[in-house]
């Protein structure tokens, strides 16, 4: 069984910053890439951020130049700079692997972190 723990959210203030973490554990046998997903209140969940083993990232256009998403070993960071109340939202992780003993990739969740952007 995979479990993804998020780490990171919480209240802020329009221009401030936070870093969330995502750690993802359990039979994992290699992992292809991870994303960080927002769902804003009553819309739909959006991909922000992804990055592959071979280290390639992508952005939604809305966080270019403020959001950056790193990897190190098994654990994804997604940090946010001059946040905006638009960027609140419940912020997911979402990683794409194998597990031990299985040779399919699947598409694991975190349990969701919330960001709030507000004065």
């Known amino acids: 069984q995979v479990q993804l723990v998020e780490s990171g959210g919480g209240l802020v203030q329009p221009g401030g910053s936070l870093r969330l973490s995502c750690a993802p554990s359990?039979?994992?046998?290699?992992?292809?890439?991870m994303s960080w997903y927002r769902q804003p209140p009553g819309k739909q969940r959006e991909l922000v951020a992804s990055i592959t083993s071979t280290g390639i990232i992508n952005y939604v256009d809305s966080v270019k130049g403020r959001f950056t998403i790193s990897r190190d070993k098994n654990t994804v960071y997604l940090q946010m700079n001059s946040l905006t109340p638009e960027d609140t939202a419940v912020y997911y992780c979402s990683a794409r692997l194998i597990t031990i003993g299985s040779s399919r990739p699947n598409n694991y969740w975190g349990q969701g972190t919330q960001v709030t952007v507000s004065s």
């Open positions: 359990g039979s994992i046998f290699r992992i292809d890439a």
